[in-house]
T-cell receptor
Framework: NAGVMQNPRHLVRRRGQEARLRCSPM?????VYWYRQLPEEGLKFMVY????????ESGMPKERFSAEFPKEGPSILRIQQVVRGDSAAYFC??????????????FGPGTRLTVL | TQLLEQSPQFLSIQEGENLTVYCNSS?????LQWYRQEPGEGPVLLVT?????EVKKLKRLTFQFGDARKDSSLHITAAQPGDTGLYLC???????????FGTGTSLTVIP
């Protein structure tokens, strides 16, 4: 049973280019969360999606950032016109629907974005 | 916003020592998870605690969930260099199916 997969693992972009980060959740998981992490810091929540729906995007910058989780295919985090401040590690996590008393998230290996 | 504060933020100890990491909040959570993250990797789930007062042991690691389900602790006995990493707690809220992460504790165990 494959875990959460993210690609690419490393991405280098020049200022002004677009970055597309992909996340395939664990089998059976329909919920995806994206986080951003700077060196020596914790995880910052960005967006929570279900298939074809954005549930909570309160942590995502209003401009240049967007996310989707289509009916078929991986979840995509898209950053347009990247700036140096976007350089960070971006993690995706997935979970089941969470209908019980508790729920658990499982993380992918992350995509390390470097903006030159 | 449901905030989780972890303490200490940084901890550097000698191999063989014991340590405790704390995760505190003013909010009640349905469950709480602990993760360890190594450099260049994603967080790995260590344990989930669900019931107030629950204690779980994972080899040399002991996890406790507070009676009121607002706080948790992680105790490591006889720390080893392999325990080095960033430890993160995350509270789960059934309302909104959301996870709230703590600020993290960076642990370094010196051989």
């Amino acid at each position: 049973n494959a875990g959460v997969m993210q690609n690419p693992r490393h991405l280098v972009r020049r200022r002004g280019q677009e970055a597309r980060l992909r996340c395939s959740p664990m089998k059976g998981h329909s919920h995806v969360y994206w986080y951003r992490q700077l060196p020596e810091e914790g995880l910052k929540f960005m967006v929570y999606l279900q298939k074809e729906n954005i549930i909570d995007e309160s942590g995502m910058p209003k401009e240049r950032f967007s996310a989707e989780f289509p009916k078929e295919g991986p979840s995509i985090l898209r950053i347009q016109q990247v700036v140096r401040g976007d350089s960070a590690a971006y993690f995706c996590a997935s979970s089941p629907p969470g209908t019980g008393t508790y729920n658990e998230q499982f993380f992918g290996p992350g995509t390390r974005l470097t903006v030159l | 916003t449901q905030l989780l504060e972890q303490s200490p933020q940084f901890l550097s100890i000698q191999e063989g020592e014991n340590l405790t990491v704390y995760c505190n909040s003013s909010s009640v959570f349905s469950s709480l998870q602990w993760y360890r993250q190594e450099p260049g990797e994603g967080p790995v789930l260590l344990v989930t605690v669900v019931t107030g007062g629950e204690v779980k042991k994972l080899k040399r690691l002991t996890f406790q969930f507070g009676d009121a389900r607002k706080d948790s602790s992680l105790h490591i006995t006889a720390a080893q260099p392999g325990d080095t990493g960033l430890y993160l707690c995350a509270g789960y809220s059934r309302t909104g199916n959301q996870f709230y992460f703590g600020t993290g504790t960076s642990l370094t165990v010196i051989p």
